[in-house]
């Protein structure tokens, strides 16, 4: 009796991810090369695929930890959650929290970090550019009005904040990196990361630009954003920090009807 | 307004009027291009019928260390054993 | 579309094609890697001005019992409306199952039941963009024991069932027929040769299964000689079509790509010579 199509799909797809089908082979023909070895060449693509779309992905993490750890890392992750879509470049926005319980891994406690980093990078990269805010659209706007305006960042951008030094840890793994070490005693780092025209990029922020950007990604205002930032850093200087962030054009253009009151 | 609020409104004012390229040089790192642009590939390059099960990827998990750039990353790590 | 030789695009190459806009057939983008707002994505956009495109998509699994994903299809519906392609396929075969995607061209039985299931998936793809699609023949490790039908045979039941086109993978037939212990020329020869929209070729490589070879289909080097062998009995059999040479492992420089496509090119103009001769 063949399998009806619906249970020869799910018995491969229980194949495929390393789980055992016997009924699978005796659907399956075989002669002097055997079923059980033709079947497992897509169990065996499925994780080669799915794995180098990983090391694609969160290209600091297999820099970090080299080719022969990663492979077992992400066939451990994909052993846990395959794809829920087919687009390869949004698979994977688990994997940092599978790094932090990934006891292998514990000797390296920055990487689930890095992992975050390498997302935030992947999701600013594939998000539109959109129109970013500019100094001049602001001129327009009586000053007075200033302090009661919500700023957004751009579409697909992440506020990443680490106890490690993600961004000096992220440069010594590039390509051509120089051999210096990094000391994770540097301590913490507080990264913008964002869609450019060309590419994505992230802008390392000092402690009260960071709050400064929390807050607004919260909803407050620009005058409340300032308040936060004083309290995390006293000596935060809101007209520096401000006029980098435009110049780096950090926000999103205002929407119509962004202006608030009060 | 408040005097405080004047402040802000004033040092928002000023961030308008500063100079722009001054302040963006050097201030970003410039991740990737295009070419990471491709992950749907048909990329089937070590496709054989050796094995691959669960029970292979738990069995090992634990045969390696990290060995790549984390070697230059020092300083308040927990040693491996 | 004029049926010239063109190029799969892919990302390492795509800053030079929008630098120099070199001279070749078509381009064709896989459909999964530009659903997003990609730099690429805008980059392609632009190279709308100088080449014909299509869209040739990996996800849609078109022979999953339980139908189409309808949030990929909106995602490829969407890509195929702003790129308006002059050609979208997809392959016979399926990679979901319960939700769950396996970035794998999975194999089919040939049968009955799942003809309905692929011709019910073809019709609702079909009707989503408004257009025919072309349906791939893809490269097999093994096959069932259950199935009824050849592949050729299934492939021409799925063209009068639902009016799709066939892409015509050489390279494929080439593996599959080796795999399967087929002969490449009677596969070849079973085809509604009418229904073809376009030839694919590629590298395969040649990997050890238990001591034996095993072709596997990696478009990872220069189109062999069998499949080149091939390409021309097609030509000759069912004429010129849009030709594309993919290569998506170890992906050589452009102008190693650019050459393939030429060597294509030259076939197509050879066949349409002597066909001209014998008329």
Known sequence: MPLALRELQAA??????????????????GDSMSADARLRIYRHHVAYSLGSALAATFGTVHVLVGEAFLRRLVQSFIGQGLPVQPVLTEYGAD????????????SLPYLADIARLDWALNVAFHSPAGRRLAAADLAAIAPERLPSLSLAVPEGATLIGSRYPLDRIWNASQPGAPADTV????GRADLLVLRRSGDAAFIVLAVGEAAFVAALIDGKSLEGAAEQASHADPSFDLSTAFARLLSLEAFAALQQGAEGEG | MTTTRIAIASALAAALLAPMAAQA??????CYGVVKAGKNDCQTATSSCAGTSKKDAQADAWISVPKGACEKIVGGKLTAS | MRPAAGIGLRSPHLAEIGRDRPATGFLEIHAENHLGGSP?????????????????????????????????????????KRLKPALVSDHLSWSVHGGRYFNDLLPLPYTEEALDVVVRNLDRLQEALGRQVSIENPSCYLGFAQSTLTEPEFLA?????????????????VVTAHNLRLDPRDWLKALPGEAITEYHLAGHAV??????????????????????????DALRRYGPRPTLVEWDTDIPALPVLLDEATRAERMIQQVRADAARAA
């Open chain 3, 207 to 232: 990997n050890d299964c238990d001591g034996e070879p095993i072709l596997i289909d990696d478009h990872g080097s220069r189109v062999g000689d069998q499949v080149w062998a091939l390409f021309g």
């Open chain 1, 12 to 29: 491969f797809a229980v194949h495929v991810v390393g789980g055992e089908r016997a009924d699978l082979a005796g659907a399956v023909m």
């Open chain 3, 157 to 173: 039941e799925l063209v009068r069932r639902s009016g799709c086109g066939l892409l015509l993978d050489l390279n494929n037939i």
């Open chain 1, 183 to 186: 000391d994770l005693g540097q």
């Open chain 3, 40 to 80: 690429a994505r805008q980059a392609i956009e632009r190279l709308r001005e100088n080449y014909d495109f299509s869209v040739h998509a990996v996800g849609l699994s078109l022979g999953s019992v339980d139908g189409l994903d309808e949030t990929h299809l909106g995602r490829v519906v969407e890509l195929v």
């Open chain 1, 95 to 106: 994997f940092p929290a599978f790094v932090a319980g990934y006891e292998p891994a514990a």
């Open chain 2, 25 to 30: 040089q050097g201030s970003m790192e410039k």
